[in-house]
């Protein structure tokens, strides 16, 4: 009996040391690029892996694997499989579909402050509120996000665009919102909830922007706020609105101190003007607002300006700052930013104002942009131009592709 139970034992130590070399033996993944798709599914079924199979556009024949998740030749320690296929399309009929141009030229919208007024309520043109049409009344603003989503844009941050990363679906173009001034109509807080976040009034523009977000998930929702030294006048909620932009999608820029006008000071007042707000923004959200001047006025009109060079770098009593980018009040579209012709430190800015199609309003932009838009292809990290603009190139970090 007890070599019985000795010989049992004996076998079950075998059985388990077998199950045990069994389970830690690697099993090497295979090259998946000349299998069939039948194929793939045995080889998944067989090594007990989920498989999640894509297509992708390539010049690749129909069916053919473009990518597997796991590497030939590594050990398989995942049970997930992804393959991605070629839908037999080719990336040039796919780019001639959608007029992929990512040469085109991209709007960058200058609001300032929106009202909860109507349209046919205002004196003005449109949904001017004032005569300038530096101010929208809410339903105006509504009507032009409309008009932006369903003509194929979508918004990116600013930031991205002057540092040219541009991620945009294929087939759509790229916008960019932004307001100066720091109005309190832009965030208006209605108070605190029982968790101390602040309450934005819906009727303000980030509520109005945030009504977007769930409205049109794919819009990206983003704005730039560019601010003076009263922020967003509500100095009981100004640090809390600053923390909840940033934390929120959205960005804030420098709009200077006093809303200067470099064309009529010095430039140790220019140097102080920038140097105060970039301080002011360190005090409250250091490391997370943009270091992007919106000038004031438009000025100086020009980037030969003396004054020009210290709202890019200058200091003012110990603090050193620099700039990225600066922002004109100007009237219409700018260059790509793979385009040679792109000053990504002098950008123009389209005043978003209703003037019956003249004057470079929001209205005759769009029609100027039908036909010569950044189009993405939906890559972020490839430039896709048609062929003709071949010459207008200008970036050594990104794989071009012409077609």
């Known amino acids: 009996m007890r070599k019985k139970i000795i010989l049992i034992i004996l076998v079950s130590i075998f059985i388990i040391t077998m199950v045990v070399i069994n389970l830690n033996k690697e099993v090497i993944m295979v090259d998946l690029s000349n299998y069939t798709i039948e194929e793939i599914k045995n080889y998944a079924a067989k090594n007990n892996l989920k498989l999640t199979i894509k297509e992708e556009y390539s010049d690749l024949k129909k069916g053919s694997v473009i990518s597997q998740s796991i590497k030939a030749g590594s050990a398989i320690k995942t049970n997930k499989l992804i393959i991605t296929i070629s839908n037999g399309i080719s990336y040039s009929e796919v780019y001639s579909t959608y007029k992929v141009n990512e040469l085109g030229y991209i709007p960058v919208m200058m609001y300032h402050g929106t009202h909860n007024v109507k349209s046919s309520d205002t004196a003005y043109t449109g949904g001017n509120v004032d005569k300038e049409g530096y101010q929208r009344t809410n339903e105006a603003f509504k009507k032009d996000l409309e008009f932006y989503y369903q003509e194929g844009y979508r918004m990116i941050r600013l930031e991205d665009y002057v540092n040219g990363s541009i991620d945009v679906e294929i087939g759509k173009s790229p916008i960019v919102l932004t307001f100066d001034d720091g109005l309190q109509n832009n965030i208006n807080v209605l108070g605190l ?44 909620y100004n640090n809390q609105i600053l923390k909840w932009l940033v934390h929120h999608g959205y960005d804030v820029g420098n709009h200077s101190y006093g809303h200067a006008n470099f064309k009529h000071i010095n430039t140790e007042q220019t140097q102080k003007e920038i140097a105060r707000l970039y301080q002011q923004l360190d005090s409250i959200i250091k490391n997370q607002y943009v270091n992007i001047v919106a000038l004031p006025f438009g000025s100086p009109f020009v980037d030969t300006h003396p004054n020009y060079k210290y709202i890019l770098e200058g200091t003012y009593q110990d603090y050193n700052y620099q700039t990225i980018s600066t922002l004109k009040v100007g009237y219409k579209s700018d260059y790509s930013p793979f385009d040679k012709r792109f000053n990504s430190k002098f950008i123009n800015r389209i005043r978003a104002y209703d003037n019956n199609g003249t004057e470079f309003d929001i209205e005759m932009n769009f029609k100027l942009l039908k036909n010569n838009k950044y189009v993405s292809d939906g890559n972020v990290n490839k430039i896709v131009i048609p062929k003709t603009e071949i010459s207008n190139i200008n970036s050594n970090y990104k794989e071009v592709v012409t077609y």
């Open 193 to 236: 909830d029982d968790n101390g976040e602040i309450i934005i009034d819906p009727n303000s523009t980030v509520g109005i922007l945030e009504s977007y977000k769930e409205k049109y998930p794919d819009f990206n929702v983003t704005a730039t706020f560019f601010v003076n030294g009263g922020l967003f006048q509500q100095p009981k």
